[in-house]
Each structure stands twice: as structure tokens, then as C-alpha cells.
Nanobody, 130 residues
Framework: QVQLVESGGGSEQAGGSLRLSCAASGLPYPSNCMGWFRQAPGKEREGAARLYRRQDGTDYADSVKGRFIISQDAAKNEVYLQMNNLKPEDTATYYC???????????????????????WGQGTQVTVSS
């Protein structure tokens, strides 16, 4: 059974930093992608950052590029999102997700950075005040 458990959310002032963690278990081998998505109230869920579990390569949304860093500890099966220089518009529920590479074709699952994400955590709230 796949489990993705997020932690590290909270409240921070603009310009501050937060670090999110995601503990993953039970992922099947084809699930080579790990990512962070976010959803603000009244908005659609959007991809923020993505990495590959077994190879180099990251991808970021333009809105977070240069401020957020996605990384992993493969030995612990954990993925992290370091969020720096936070802005009020970063306020959202953040979701850890896992999936597989998909360079062409259709998918019923959220897609970001060349990956289709079919496993999801419950989400953690991040609130940034001005």
C-alpha cells in the first residue's frame, strides 16, 4: 500500500522560509517521479516542483523557480521542499505526489514536469502573511 505523509507546514511571514517533508512508502518501481503540488483556495491544483527518484533532473514552476528547492534522501525514502523568500501568494495546501514518467500520450492524472502523478498525500497547509 502506497503512503505519502507530508509534514512541516505552518505559518510564516513574507520573506521567511519553511521546509516541507514527505515520507514515502510502498511505491512501486515504475514510480520514478516525486513532486510537490499546491492548491490555493478557489484555484486549481498546480505543480510546483518535481524530481526523479533514480536519476538527476528537477523541474519547477516559474512562480517558485529560484526560491524553492526540491530534494530527496533516497535512503530514507523522503522528499523535501525547501521554500525560501516566501510570498503571500504561496499560501496554499501543499501535496506530495508520486508518479511515473510520461513523455507523450494522455493521462487522467495531474501532469507536471514530464510526469503523471497518481499517488497523493493528504496535504499540509502553508500560510504566508504579509
Amino acid at each position: 500500500q502506497v503512503q505519502l505523509v507530508e509534514s512541516g507546514g505552518g505559518s510564516e511571514q513574507a520573506g521567511g522560509s519553511l521546509r516541507l517533508s514527505c515520507a514515502a512508502s510502498g511505491l512501486p518501481y515504475p514510480s520514478n517521479c516525486m513532486g510537490w503540488f499546491r492548491q490555493a483556495p478557489g484555484k486549481e491544483r498546480e505543480g510546483a516542483a518535481r524530481l526523479y527518484r533514480r536519476q538527476d533532473g528537477t523541474d519547477y514552476a516559474d512562480s517558485v523557480k529560484g526560491r524553492f528547492i526540491i530534494s530527496q534522501d533516497a535512503a530514507k525514502n523522503e522528499v523535501y521542499l525547501q521554500m525560501n523568500n516566501l510570498k503571500p501568494e504561496d499560501t496554499a495546501t501543499y501535496y506530495c505526489a508520486a508518479g511515473y514518467s510520461l513523455s507523450y500520450g494522455r493521462t487522467a492524472h495531474p501532469y507536471f514536469g514530464g510526469c503523471s502523478f497518481n499517488y497523493w498525500g493528504q496535504g499540509t497547509q502553508v500560510t504566508v502573511s504579509s
